[in-house]
C-alpha cells in the first residue's frame, strides 16, 4: 500500500477552498456592502481595492472544482447534481459581477446596472455559497454512487441560516478590508459597516454552531461527548478571543486589526467544520478514502500542483505586497 | 421519457455553453501568438506602426480573454451538475488532464498576462515580449490540455476499467498522447489561427474604405491575407488528415460525413442531399460518383463502410453531421480562394485599392467561428451516441436531475449569456470600429481590467526617466 496521497489531496483541496473563502469572501463583501456607500467617488474607490486582486482570488474556485473533479471524482459527481440550484445560481451570479469590473468603465449611462449587477451578483453568489454550506452539513442522500435526493432537497430553514451566515460574514470581510484600505469619509463608513456586521456574524456564528450538533448524531458525539470535546473546546475559545480583537481593532479605529480578526473567524469556523466532517468528504456518506481517484491519477497531477502551487502562492503574495497601502478616490490602483 | 428529456435539454445546455465558450479561445489563442509576432517585428524592426497595431489589438484581447475565462468558469463545474455520472467514471483519467489545464491556465493568468496588458514601461522591452511569449504559449498549452481531454473521449486509450467501472490510468503517455490528438491539436490551432486572421483582416478592410493611406490598417490587411493564403491550404491538408485519422478509429462518424448508408465499393462524393435516418437514406443528392472513395481511401474503387454496418442504435444522427461538416469545409475552401485573391491582387499591386477582395475580407470577418462551430459540431455529434467513444454512452453519463431543473438553468444561461457576452461583443466592436491612429494608447491604466488577474505589475512604477510625467 503505497503512502495514503488522497489525505495529502483532501488537505490541499481544504486549502484551496479555505483560500477562496477568505481571499473572494472579501471582495464579494464589497459586492454586497455595494450600494451602501455614499456615493459614486465611494464606490469607485470600494472597486478599486479590490480591483486588482479579485480575479485571482476567485480562481481558487476553479482550483477548488477542477481538483475535486481529478482527486475526488465521486465526491464531485455526488455533490453538484445535490447542490444544483446554489451551483448554478452562484455561477450566473459570479458572471454577473465578474464581467462588471470590467463593463461599469467603459459605460457613463449604463454605471447604475452594473452596479447593481455587482452588488446582485456578489449578494447571490454569497448566499448560495453559504446554502450550499448549510446543504452538505445536513448531510445529502446517496445511493449506488450517486445523488438520490430530490432538487429541492437542499433548500431547508438551516441551509437558508447558513446561506444568510454566510454572506453577512463575506460583509464583514468586505467592511474591515475597506477599513484597511481606505482613508477619511469612506473609511469612516467601512467601520460603521463593521460595527453592524461584525455583531451580526457572531450571533449567526453562535446559532449555527448551536444547530449542528442537533442535526447528526456523529456532530453531537464530536463536539459534546468526551474525550473529543477536549480536541473541539479550543475552537470556541478561540473565537470568543477573536471577537474580542474586533471589537477592540473597530473601537480603537485600528487599520488592519480588525481585518486580521475578520479572518481568524473565518479560520476558526473553517477547522470547526473540518472537526465535524473528518473523515467524510460528503457526510455521512463517503470518506476521504472512498471518494479518492486511483493513486496513478493523484500522483500524477501532484505533480504538477507541487511545482505550480508554491509559484502561484508566492506570486499572490508579492501582488498582495506591491498592492498595499491605501486607495483614495479618484485614484486607480497604481 | 423524463429522464430522456432532462438529458436531451442537458445536451443542449452543454453545447451552448461550450459553443460560446469556445469562441473566446478560439479568438485568443490566435491573437497571443499575432500579437507576439507583432511585437517581435517592433523590436526588431524599431517601427512605431508595429507597436501602434499591437496596443490596438491588445485592447481587444483583454476583453475577448476575460470573456474565455469568464465563460470557462462554468464549463469546469458543468461536468458535475449536469453529467455527473460521466464525471464519476472518467473522473481518474480526464480529471487529472483539466487539472493541468487549470494550473497552467491559472499560473498564465496570475503571471505573464498583467505584465502584458500593463509592463511595457515598467519591466522594459525584452522582459515585456517574454511575456507576451508565455502568454502565446500559455494559451497554446491550456489549448493542448483540453484538447487531450476531448481527443480521449472520441479515441480511448491508455485506460484500465475498475471494479465500480470507473476507468482509470494504465499508462499517462497513451492517455495524454490518444491516436485522434495530434491532428486534433494541428487542425484546432490552426483553426484558430485563421479565425484571428479573418477577424484582423476585415477589420483591416473596414479602415482601408475609410482612408487607404492608413498604414496600420495596409500592415493588417496584408499580414491577415498572408495567413489566409499560406495557413488556409495548410489547413486543408491538416483537415484531410485529421479525417483518414477519423476514418481509422470512428469509421460511423466519417459515414455520416459523408452521408454514406451503404457499404460500396467506389462510393460517390455527396455534394448536397438530405440525409434521411428513417428511411435510411440521402434525398436530393448531387453527387460525383467514385470521388468519395478516393478522398477517403485514395482509391476509385476502395471500399466505404456506411451507417448501415451499424445498428441504429450507435448510429450518429447524419443530418446535423452531414450539414455541420459541409459548412466548415465550404468556409474552409473560401477562405483558400480569399487568399489566393489576394495574393493576385498583390501581385497586381492593388492590394491596398479598396474593392471586391476587401468586401469579402469583410464578409469573412466572422467566417473563421462558424467554421470553428461548424467543425466542432461535427465531431461531437459525430461521437454520438456515446460520450466515450464505444465505451459509454451519453444516456448513461448524466445526472439525475428533472428535467424543469436542467430546464430552468438553461434558461438562465441563455439569457444571462446572452446579456453578458453581447455586451462585451459589442464593446469589442467600438474598439474595432475606431481607426488605429499612431501613438496608439494601451489599456488604460487606473480602469480595473478583469484580467490584470493578482498582477503586481500595476503597482510597480514607470520607467519614470524614460517616461517623465508632467
Given at each position: 500500500m503505497p503512502f495514503d496521497l488522497a489525505f495529502v489531496w483532501a488537505g490541499l483541496i481544504a486549502f484551496a477552498v479555505l483560500a477562496y473563502v477568505v481571499l473572494d469572501g472579501f471582495d464579494l463583501g464589497v459586492g454586497i456592502l455595494f450600494p451602501f456607500f455614499e456615493n459614486t467617488r465611494q464606490r469607485d474607490v470600494a472597486m478599486n481595492t479590490v480591483a486588482p486582486v479579485w480575479d485571482g482570488n476567485e480562481t481558487w474556485l476553479i482550483l477548488g472544482g477542477g481538483g475535486l473533479f481529478a482527486v475526488f471524482p465521486l465526491a464531485y459527481a455526488v455533490v453538484m447534481p445535490a447542490l444544483y440550484m446554489p451551483i448554478i445560481l452562484m455561477l450566473l451570479g459570479l458572471l454577473f459581477r465578474g464581467v462588471s469590473f470590467e463593463y461599469r468603465w467603459r459605460t457613463t449611462r449604463w454605471q447604475k446596472l452594473w452596479d447593481w449587477s455587482f452588488h446582485g451578483g456578489s449578494l447571490i453568489a454569497a448566499l448560495c455559497q453559504g446554502i450550499a454550506l448549510g446543504a452538505l452539513i445536513q448531510g445529502i442522500d446517496v445511493e449506488n454512487r450517486a445523488y438520490a435526493g430530490g432538487w429541492w432537497d437542499w433548500l431547508t430553514p438551516f441551509s437558508m441560516l447558513t446561506g444568510v451566515a454566510v454572506a453577512v460574514g463575506y460583509a464583514l470581510l468586505g467592511a474591515t478590508w475597506v477599513v484597511l484600505k481606505s482613508t477619511d469619509r469612506v473609511q469612516h463608513v467601512a467601520y460603521r459597516m463593521a460595527w453592524i456586521t461584525g455583531p451580526a456574524t457572531l450571533v449567526l456564528i453562535g446559532i449555527v454552531s448551536l444547530w449542528t450538533p442537533f442535526l447528526d448524531r456523529v456532530y453531537m458525539e464530536r463536539w459534546l461527548a468526551f474525550p473529543a470535546i477536549l480536541y473541539a473546546a479550543p475552537v470556541p475559545i478561540f473565537v470568543t478571543v477573536a471577537a474580542a480583537s474586533l471589537y477592540f481593532g473597530l473601537k480603537k479605529k485600528r487599520d488592519l486589526q480588525p481585518f486580521l480578526s475578520a479572518l481568524a473567524l473565518f479560520v476558526l469556523c473553517f477547522i470547526g467544520l473540518g472537526i465535524s466532517f473528518y473523515p467524510y468528504i460528503i457526510p455521512p456518506e463517503i470518506s476521504i478514502q472512498d471518494a479518492a481517484a486511483p493513486h496513478s491519477s493523484l500522483l500524477f497531477l501532484l505533480v504538477g500542483a507541487a511545482v505550480l502551487l508554491p509559484l502561484i502562492l508566492g506570486y499572490t503574495a508579492y501582488a498582495y505586497w506591491v498592492f498595499r497601502g491605501k486607495i483614495r478616490e479618484g485614484e486607480g490602483y497604481h | 421519457m423524463d429522464a430522456s428529456l432532462a438529458i436531451d435539454i442537458a445536451r443542449f445546455q452543454f453545447a451552448f455553453t461550450v459553443a460560446f465558450h469556445i469562441i473566446f479561445p478560439a479568438f485568443s489563442i490566435g491573437l497571443a501568438s499575432y500579437l507576439a509576432v507583432l511585437e517581435g517585428l517592433w523590436l526588431w524592426t524599431g517601427r512605431q506602426v508595429y507597436l501602434d497595431i499591437f496596443k490596438y489589438w491588445l485592447k481587444i484581447f483583454a476583453i475577448a480573454f476575460a470573456m474565455g475565462v469568464v465563460s470557462g468558469i462554468v464549463m469546469s463545474y458543468q461536468f458535475g451538475t449536469n453529467w455527473s455520472v460521466f464525471s464519476d467514471k472518467t473522473g481518474p483519467i480526464l480529471g487529472p488532464l483539466m487539472g493541468y489545464e487549470v494550473l497552467s491556465a491559472f499560473f498564465l493568468e496570475a503571471g505573464f498576462l498583467g505584465i502584458m496588458l500593463f509592463g511595457l514601461d515598467r519591466v522594459g522591452k525584452k522582459l515585456h515580449f517574454a511575456a507576451t511569449l508565455m502568454v502565446a504559449f500559455g494559451t497554446f498549452f491550456s489549448a493542448f490540455w483540453i484538447l487531450s481531454v476531448n481527443s480521449w473521449m472520441q479515441t480511448p486509450a491508455g485506460y484500465e476499467i475498475n471494479e465500480v467501472g470507473q476507468f482509470v490510468p494504465a499508462n499517462w503517455f497513451e492517455i495524454v498522447f490518444n491516436p485522434s490528438f495530434p491532428y486534433r491539436l494541428v487542425h484546432m490551432v490552426l483553426a484558430a489561427y485563421l479565425t484571428t486572421a479573418l477577424v484582423v483582416g476585415a477589420v483591416g478592410a473596414w479602415h482601408l474604405f475609410r482612408d487607404k493611406a492608413n498604414e496600420r490598417a495596409r500592415i493588417m490587411f496584408s499580414m491577415a491575407m498572408w495567413m489566409a493564403a499560406i495557413v488556409a491550404p495548410i489547413q486543408v491538408v491538416a483537415g484531410d488528415m485529421h479525417g483518414l485519422n477519423t476514418l481509422q478509429h470512428q469509421p460511423a462518424k466519417v459515414a455520416a460525413m459523408e452521408g454514406h448508408y451503404d457499404t460500396v465499393k467506389g462510393a460517390p462524393l455527396i455534394i448536397f442531399g438530405l440525409p434521411n435516418d428513417e428511411e435510411e437514406r440521402v434525398d436530393y443528392k448531387v453527387q460525383i460518383p467514385g470521388l468519395g472513395s478516393y478522398i477517403l481511401t485514395h482509391d476509385w474503387l476502395g471500399e466505404v463502410k456506411g451507417l448501415k454496418e451499424w445498428p441504429k442504435a450507435d448510429r450518429p444522427p447524419a443530418a446535423i453531421v452531414f450539414w455541420s461538416f459541409r459548412i466548415m469545409v465550404g468556409l474552409g475552401l473560401l477562405m483558400v480562394v480569399l487568399g489566393f485573391w489576394s495574393l493576385w491582387k498583390r501581385f497586381k499591386g492593388?492590394?491596398?485599392?479598396?474593392g471586391w477582395l476587401h468586401r469579402a475580407a469583410i464578409a469573412m470577418g466572422p467566417a473563421g467561428f462558424v467554421a470553428v462551430l461548424a467543425g466542432w459540431i461535427t465531431t461531437e455529434v459525430g461521437r454520438q451516441p456515446y460520450t466515450v467513444y464505444g465505451l459509454l454512452r451519453t444516456y448513461d453519463s448524466a445526472s439525475p436531475i428533472d428535467a424543469p431543473a436542467v430546464a430552468t438553468s438553461l434558461a438562465a444561461f441563455v439569457v444571462v449569456y446572452f446579456i453578458l457576452f453581447g455586451a462585451g461583443t459589442y464593446y469589442i466592436f467600438q474598439l474595432m470600429s475606431k481607426p488605429p491612429h499612431t501613438s496608439e494608447e494601451g489599456v488604460k491604466e487606473g480602469e480595473p481590467i478583469r484580467t490584470a488577474g493578482t498582477t503586481p505589475i500595476a503597482g510597480v512604477k514607470p520607467d519614470e526617466a524614460a517616461h517623465p510625467r508632467e
Open positions: - | 492593388t492590394l491596398y485599392e479598396p
